[in-house]
Nanobody, 128 residues
């Protein structure tokens, strides 16, 4: 079964950087989307960005565009979320997710409902 293991969360000051990792196992196809989402208390889960493992193309939410970068290391089955110029409003529990991967998509999925497997989440706190 697909499993996702997240790491890298922690406390960082505004303007700082942090890198999250999502290690995946159990994929049954070569074509998956890996998404990053975040959630704070009282709000719905929010799309951050995603990457297609087959080609490496990415998409980002406007709120993080230019500050966050998603990359992949297919040999390690790992996806990274590099977060730069962090703001207090970036504080949230961050989740990585994988879709079923059974077909080729023409667009990158951006809704939580489009993903099938989820990690446990890792807390990111941006505070001075």
């Amino acid at each position: 079964q697909v499993q996702l293991v997240e790491s890298g969360g922690g406390l960082v000051q505004p303007g700082g950087s942090l890198r999250l990792s999502c290690a995946a196992s159990g994929f049954t196809s070569d074509n998956h989307a890996i998404g990053w989402f975040r959630q704070v208390a009282g709000k719905e889960r929010e799309f951050v960005g995603a990457i297609m493992l087959s080609r490496g193309n990415t998409q980002y939410a406007d709120s993080v565009k230019g500050r966050f970068i998603i990359s992949r290391d297919n040999a390690k089955n790992t996806v990274y979320l590099q977060m730069n110029s962090l703001k207090p409003e970036d504080s949230a529990v961050y989740y990585c997710a994988a879709d079923y991967g059974g077909l080729t998509r023409i667009r990158i999925p951006t809704m939580s409902r489009e993903y099938d497997y989820w990690g446990q989440g890792t807390q990111v706190t941006v505070s001075s």
